[in-house]
């Protein structure tokens, strides 16, 4: 279930407009997922920092922005230098 939603979200993600309001969801969707996979139920009271911690797994949003400003530096490499 984590892994689908990681691909579905990260496939296309290069080319989307997020917001803060988008990021903030998609994380909790991923803490939603990572909370799934991991068993927690809702009386637990385990932080959202500490499984992230225990997955070894940064925020989705952050992936996210990561591949953005890959694809963005790579697209800035190909122009031409006086074009900028």
């Given at each position: 279930?984590?892994?689908?939603?990681?691909?579905?979200?990260?496939?296309?993600?290069?080319?989307?407009?997020i917001s803060k309001m988008d990021a903030r969801r998609?994380?909790?969707?991923d803490q939603w997922c990572l909370h799934m996979l991991m068993r927690i139920k809702w009386y637990q009271f385990v932080r959202n920092d500490d499984i992230q911690r225990l997955m070894k797994q940064p925020k989705l949003s952050a992936i996210i922005q990561?591949?953005?400003?890959?694809?963005?530096?790579?697209?800035?490499?190909?122009m031409p230098r006086g074009s900028c």
């Amino acid at each position: 279930m984590l892994l689908v939603s990681n691909l579905v979200e990260t496939c296309g993600s290069d080319c989307w407009a997020i917001s803060k309001m988008d990021a903030r969801r998609i994380d909790a969707l991923d803490q939603w997922c990572l909370h799934m996979l991991m068993r927690i139920k809702w009386y637990q009271f385990v932080r959202n920092d500490d499984i992230q911690r225990l997955m070894k797994q940064p925020k989705l949003s952050a992936i996210i922005q990561l591949g953005q400003l890959t694809l963005f530096g790579h697209i800035a490499g190909q122009m031409p230098r006086g074009s900028c």
